[in-house]
């Protein structure tokens, strides 16, 4: 009796082994994920999505997520090239394209994209000057995508997209900033001024010209001057007989 209820226990066992190791075989990839199978160490091939079955104690399999993952590259300091030091973070957006390649060439491909973003900013910013960090951004985040893109191809990692978030000054560099687009702004109203006089006097010149070739429209122009002066006053104005003969059309007596 004991040897029978021993045997049934056995079998018992066997069973729930057989069924955890048939259990523990299966995987579930969704739409989003890949897995990367190795057997007895090697490479097999990737699977997914959908259901997978390895072979206990003979297969592993590593999950890989291929939807782009947004990744904060921390604040760098930045020495531009004019000699300029500022802080700059940015935002990187990648995915991975390449399962195989994701796990096999680097151990940790989240880490080490994020460390070669930030040499990667470091290196492309120093090459610009300060104006071109705030005026040109979306020129440098260009520069940046390629040059990590480029990189991380090894790795089977696809760089999107790379956005500048901010570029941060000291309150001096500040200061000088405003200084310089003040002396801008008074150097261009400057310029408008003398192109307002220069049209201005160019304007008289022709004008001087017309009344030298017509010497009624002088004389018109002398009256009105006076009335001007006169204002609103009650003022007695004198003309000249010459003025009013020459109004008249008749010369003067000699």
């Keep these: 009796m004991s040897y029978e209820m ?4 056995l079998i ?22 890949r897995g990367v199978v190795f ?6 091939r990737v699977k997914g999505p959908g259901l997978v079955l390895l072979i206990p104690g003979v297969q592993q399999m ?12 921390p604040s760098q300091d930045v020495i531009s090239h004019d000699n300029v030091s500022v802080k700059v973070n940015a935002v990187l957006y990648f995915r991975v394209v390449d399962p195989e390649r ?4 680097v151990a940790n491909f989240l880490e080490a994209t994020s460390q070669l973003a930030q040499t990667t900013l470091r290196s492309v910013l120093g090459k610009h000057e300060l104006d071109e960090m705030l005026a040109e951004r979306e020129r440098l985040n260009l520069d940046i995508q390629k040059a990590l893109d480029v990189q991380t191809d090894g790795w089977g990692i696809k760089v999107s997209n790379v956005e500048i978030k901010h570029v941060d000054l000291n309150e001096s560099m500040i200061r000088a900033i405003a200084r310089q687009a003040e002396a801008e702004r008074e150097r261009r109203a400057k310029i408008i001024h003398a192109e307002g006089e220069l049209q201005a006097s160019e304007k008289l010149l022709g004008a001087a010209r017309m009344l030298a070739q017509q010497p009624e429209a002088m004389q018109l122009r002398y009256m009105q001057t006076l009335t001007q002066i006169a204002g ?10 010459d003025i009013l003969q020459a109004l008249r059309g008749k010369t003067p007596p000699e």
């Design 39 to 44: 057997m007895l160490g090697r490479f097999w």
């Design 232 to 241: 609103d006053k009650s003022s007695t104005i004198v003309f000249p007989m």
């Design 12 to 33: 018992l066992i066997l069973t729930l082994l057989i069924l955890l190791l048939i259990a523990s075989s299966f995987r579930i990839l969704r739409e989003y994920q």
């Design 62 to 73: 590593v999950r890989v997520d291929l939807r782009t993952v947004v990744m904060d590259v």
């Design 6 to 9: 021993g045997g049934g226990l």
């Design 102 to 105: 994701a796990i096999i060439q």
